[in-house]
């Protein structure tokens, strides 16, 4: 069964404070999901064409199916709320390569 991927590429944020508590609910509704975070955050990045530099999140679940069961759960719509409007993202889900 292919596994399922969260890739997230942040445009901006807006507010710092609101990042940092989002990424507090939503690191514990992702690992309550059985989700293994890959890459978070500022590491190096080299970006080509219309790539986006910034900050760049992968998570990883077991299967396409948990991924999006996962960003439907009550606890990462929590984290959601808290992120609210202080973050421009790409977020999307895509299946892996079985």
Known sequence: ???GYW???Y???SDPEKLAAYNSL???AVKAEGGRTFVRGGGRVVAYETGI???TVLVEFDSFEQAVAARE???YQKALA???DSAERDFRIVEGID
């Open 1 to 3: 069964m292919p596994k």
């Open 7 to 9: 890739v997230s590429v």
């Open 11 to 13: 445009r901006t944020v």
């Open 26 to 28: 939503a690191a514990a």
């Open 53 to 55: 530099a910034e900050r």
């Open 73 to 75: 759960s009550a606890a």
């Open 82 to 84: 808290v992120l609210a």
